[in-house]
Structures are given as structure tokens and as C-alpha cells.
């Protein structure tokens, strides 16, 4: 019985490695999505897609491990919680990559027309957003609902700096038509780059249930002390 408790114990520690695994590409799509954009590297975009497939395959792994875990440990508690954690935590993940190779997209479109203008705010949206990614996996391993919390709040900061950007590219628009497809795309970025905060924010609200067994989402933040 003791051997059959190591060895569960090992997996759960395994799938917690997983899960950092996949949460280091995505943090590499998104850096790598963005760099690209910045520099204008139309190469760099297309590995940013192409690596997409390892993040796919990587969630399907965890899927599997987490299945297994489930049937054969019959876990309970807080085992049962972080396994059915972890398998809500990774659709966030792939989707917040998918997001990555969108901006990816996007960035070898506008590489091909002479830029709009100096990326600021962009930069620093994609920052704000991958820093939130990687808190959030952080807070998961450490079982931190309070840093989770913590991470949560910060997702009003991308959407104020979304709305600012919005704006800024509507006053391009608006003084020079031409200028209308290329703003779009501009607008498109940033807002994948803010869909990657709210997967961020999914991933936390996971975490506080995982620990606490409280649900946080649609407004539950507030009543949850």
C-alpha cells in the first residue's frame, strides 16, 4: 500500500511538471509572437505557428496522465481537486498558444506593408500578459490561492492598457484611411495578447477552488474573503 502512495505521489508531482512544461512554451510562443512583430521577422512567426503542434501534443499527454490518475487512483479531496484542476488549467494554456500563433499570423501580414508606427504599448501588453501566465502555473504549483487572487486583480491593468491602444489605433484610422488594415491587425494583436490575460485569470480562478474548494468566477472573487 505504502509503494502504490509513492508512486501516486510521484505522479502527481509529474503531472505538476507537465504542466510547467507546457506553461514554458506558451510563454515562449508569446515572447517569440511578439519579438517577431517587433522586429519585423516574418521567419521567427512562422516557428512561432509551426511549434504550435508541441503545445497540442503536450496537452493531450497531460489529458491522458490526469484520465489515468482519475481511473486507477480513484483520488479524493485534495488529490481529486488538483487532478481536475490541472484538467481545466491546460485547455487555458493551448488556447493562450493559439492566441501566440495568431499574433504570429497577423505579424507576417503586417511585415509585408511598411509599418504603422513605433510599437510601445503593444510590448509592454504582451509582457503584462506572459508575466500573468507564468504567476499563474507559479501559483498552482505552490498551492497559493492568495498569490492567485493577486494575479486576478492585475487583468484590469491589461484591459486598461487594451482600451488605451484601441483608442490611439482608432485616431490613426480615422486621420488616414490607408492606414485602416494595418490598425486592425494592430488591434487584432492586442487583443489576443489581452485573451491571453483572461486565460491567465482562468488559470487562477482554478487555483483558488483547487486550494480553498471555492468557486471565484463571475464576480465570486468579492464573497471569497
Do not use: W
Request: contains cysteine; aromatic residues 4%; hydrophobic residues 45%.
Amino acid at each position: 500500500m505504502e509503494r502504490i502512495e509513492r508512486h501516486f505521489e510521484r505522479e502527481i508531482e509529474r503531472l505538476g511538471s507537465e504542466l510547467l512544461r507546457m506553461g514554458g512554451l506558451v510563454e515562449r510562443a508569446i515572447d517569440r509572437s511578439v519579438q517577431a512583430l517587433v522586429d519585423r521577422d516574418s521567419t521567427l512567426a512562422r516557428q512561432v505557428i509551426a511549434d504550435d503542434e508541441a503545445v497540442d501534443r503536450l496537452e493531450n499527454e497531460i489529458d491522458l496522465l490526469c484520465t489515468d490518475l482519475l481511473a486507477l487512483r480513484q483520488p479524493i479531496a485534495r488529490d481529486l481537486r488538483t487532478i481536475t484542476t490541472a484538467l481545466k488549467i491546460t485547455p487555458d494554456l493551448e488556447r493562450a498558444a493559439d492566441h501566440a500563433v495568431n499574433i504570429a499570423e497577423r505579424a507576417v501580414e503586417l511585415n509585408a506593408e511598411p509599418p504603422l508606427k513605433p510599437l510601445i504599448d503593444i510590448p509592454r501588453l504582451a509582457g503584462l500578459a506572459r508575466d500573468m501566465v507564468h504567476d499563474a502555473l507559479d501559483a498552482f504549483v505552490r498551492r497559493d490561492a492568495a498569490a492567485a487572487r493577486a494575479i486576478i486583480a492585475r487583468d484590469r491593468a491589461v484591459d486598461r492598457l487594451l482600451e488605451q491602444i484601441f483608442r490611439e489605433l482608432l485616431s490613426y484610422m480615422l486621420e488616414d484611411p490607408h492606414s485602416i488594415t494595418r490598425a486592425m491587425r494592430l488591434i487584432f494583436i492586442a487583443k489576443y495578447f489581452e485573451r491571453i490575460g483572461d486565460q491567465a485569470t482562468n488559470v487562477c480562478e482554478m487555483v483558488v477552488y483547487m486550494v480553498e474548494g471555492r468557486v471565484v468566477k463571475h464576480g465570486g472573487l468579492a464573497s471569497a474573503g
